[in-house]
């Protein structure tokens, strides 16, 4: 039966088609016994991965910080293999003292190779989820999630949704002509003469070294450029660790938020960047300048920007690169939250189950909402927005989905009568 022609609900929609959806995506299928047309994946843009493609392409990545056996597909040395067998093992990069990374086109690829390999596309849903309630029906207790392209019904619903594409914008920064984020409205192809870079962690001086080739650069930082080969300590990708340094403090806790903003690398640059950077300014290419910006405004098509130590900076154009608005205050999962009566815990922190990553409801019980990436931090530690953060969360999601269907089998036999949800 194919998915438009199913009556019931589905088994479980996975809401984002990033790294972590594609990445579940998969596992539900491999291993918590899911048929492909009780599971879909609804994402706004055209293909799978969009989102984090346009992203590198933006500020001209070209390599992953994080090792070839983090990718989206299910076999640990699969990424490995790929370059093997197409002669491509050149672009699986030396990093010393730790293992080697791809380069993003063979991350991409393979990728790709993986998505077609198993017709990942054809369960992809080309919409947006507007928010998700609990069904009307006192039969069952499962979800309806509202999209851009109408309701869908389903028993579990999983939020992959990364960091919601919200992203952070300085006050000074509102309003400014000529002022954009990297991830937005910048234009990587648009040629000016001198460009500021708002930032200092890895995408702004990323960004910064290609603009260099072909314009004046400055990155204004507020900190000094700071090294770090990995965004946190690697042993936080095992589950023990999790367990025994972040599950120790209470769930939705001020301790476990801080322990996660502790152990995070935020704002840092690996080492062959930095290296780069460096290089860069020796040549003279490019400035590193620190200071906290007072206020912009454009005048005659430059933008001036007024800093916190009565200094001045004009370009041509400036680009923030400073990162993303938080993931747990954001509006889309405040109402669902709201809707579904899930439990916060401090800043807003999305309070899971340690051991399945179902969203616990304010009454203590499980929900059927689970949580993976960065949204998952307060259980899955400071790499759960990471491409290692989509294995550990997927583990525990397709275990307890596995689990849920064979309870679930004798529910949905009772109800074949189920029709559509309809429209709002
Ligand atoms: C330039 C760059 C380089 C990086 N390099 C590395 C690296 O080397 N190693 C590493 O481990 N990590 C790296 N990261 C971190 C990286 O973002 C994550 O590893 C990964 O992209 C997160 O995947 P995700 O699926 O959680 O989020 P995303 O890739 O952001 O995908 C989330 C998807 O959810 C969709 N979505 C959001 N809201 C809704 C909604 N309401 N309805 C439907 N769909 C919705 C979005 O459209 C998006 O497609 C990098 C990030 C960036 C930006």
């Known amino acids: 039966m194919s998915y438009a022609s199913r009556s019931g609900p589905l088994e479980c929609v996975i809401v984002g088609g990033g790294i972590h959806g594609t990445y579940l995506l998969q596992r539900l299928l491999e291993d918590a016994g899911l048929d492909r047309e009780a599971v879909t994946i609804v994402d706004p843009h055209e293909r799978l991965l969009d989102s984090f493609r346009r992203k590198a392409r933006a500020c001209e990545m070209t390599e992953l910080r994080s090792t ?34 791809p380069s993003l086109s063979l991350f991409l690829d393979y ?35 509202e999209t851009s392209d109408g309701p869908i019904r389903t028993r579990h619903a999983v939020l992959a949704i990364g960091h919601g594409g919200r992203y952070r914008r300085p006050d000074w920064a509102e309003g400014v002509d000529g002022v954009t984020h990297v991830w937005d409205e910048f234009d990587p192809d648009a040629r000016v003469d001198e460009t500021v870079v708002v930032g200092g962690g890895i995408t702004a001086c990323q960004l910064a070294t290609c603009l260099a080739e072909r314009e004046a650069v400055t990155v204004l930082s507020r900190h000094p450029v700071e090294r770090a080969v990995t965004e946190a300590d690697p042993r936080w990708i095992n589950w023990n660790h999790i367990e025994s340094h972040l599950h120790r403090h209470p769930s939705g806790s001020r301790a476990r938020y801080e322990t996660v903003g502790a152990a995070r690398n935020d704002a840092t640059v690996p080492p062959y960047l930095h290296d780069r950077l460096e290089a860069a ?71 899971l189950e340690d051991e399945t990553l179902a969203w616990r409801r304010i009454d203590g019980g499980r929900s059927r909402l689970f949580v993976t990436g960065a949204l998952a931090a307060g259980t899955v530690g400071p790499l759960a927005g990471n491409v290692a953060g989509a294995r550990r969360s997927a583990d525990r999601i397709a275990a307890t989905l596995e689990t849920e269907g064979d309870g679930l089998e004798a529910v949905s036999a009772g109800e074949e009568t189920a029709g559509p949800e309809p429209s709002a």
């Open 281 to 351: 300014v020796d040549r003279g290419d490019l400035a590193v300048r620190r200071g906290d910006i007072g206020s912009a405004r454009t005048v005659d098509g430059t933008v001036r920007l007024l800093l916190a130590d009565g200094g001045c900076l004009v370009a041509d154009r400036v680009v923030l690169a400073t990162g993303f608005a938080p993931v747990f205050e954001h509006p889309f999962v405040e109402r669902v939250a709201r809707n579904l009566d899930l439990e916060r815990g401090y800043r807003g922190m999305a309070v």
């Open 68 to 101: 070839f056996v983090h990718h989206v597909g299910t076999e640990p040395f699969g990424l490995e293999d790929f370059a093997e067998a197409r002669g491509r093992t050149d672009e699986l990069l030396p990093t010393p003292g730790y293992p080697r990374r």
């Open 111 to 145: 990728a790709d190779y993986v998505i077609d390999g198993n017709d990942l596309a054809a369960l992809h849903r080309q919409a947006s989820v507007e928010t998700i309630r609990p069904t009307a029906s006192d039969r069952d207790d499962g979800l309806v999630l």
